[in-house]
């Protein structure tokens, strides 16, 4: 099973990016999605989740500025991101979970500077 992440970079306090994480190799709508990221220094943190029913949640930095989104036809999981802050710098992870096997993508950067 692969994740394969997209969509990061660099963007102006302010801005938007859309995040993408494409699975392969297993059933992507069994699958508990979420995004996870990890700033320099700080702990990995979980952002937002997608259950299998569109269920979503999100931590409470990001509320009301990202959205998370799932596409069962294209096994694409994706995070949607406005009004990006300094804060919100760091390296994002795409996450799948059918219990109890997990998996995890590479990693991609989001940096929000002028």
């Known amino acids: 099973v692969q994740l394969a992440e997209s969509g990061g970079g660099l963007v102006q306090p302010g801005g938007s990016l859309r995040l993408s994480c494409i699975m392969s190799g297993s059933i992507f709508f069994a699958h508990y999605m979420a995004w996870y990221r990890q700033a320099p220094g700080k702990r990995r943190e979980v952002v937002a989740t997608i259950s299998i029913a569109h269920r979503?949640?999100?931590?409470?930095?990001v509320k009301g500025r990202f959205t998370i989104s799932r596409d069962n036809t294209k096994s694409t999981v994706y995070l949607q991101m406005n009004s990006l802050k300094p804060d919100d710098t760091a390296v994002y992870y795409c996450h799948?979970?059918?219990?109890?096997v997990e998996y995890w993508g590479q990693g991609v950067q989001v940096t929000v500077s002028s």
Not at 56 to 61: R, V
Not at 96 to 100: D, E, T
């Open 56 to 61: 979503t949640n999100y931590t409470d930095s």
């Open 96 to 100: 799948a979970q059918l219990n109890p």
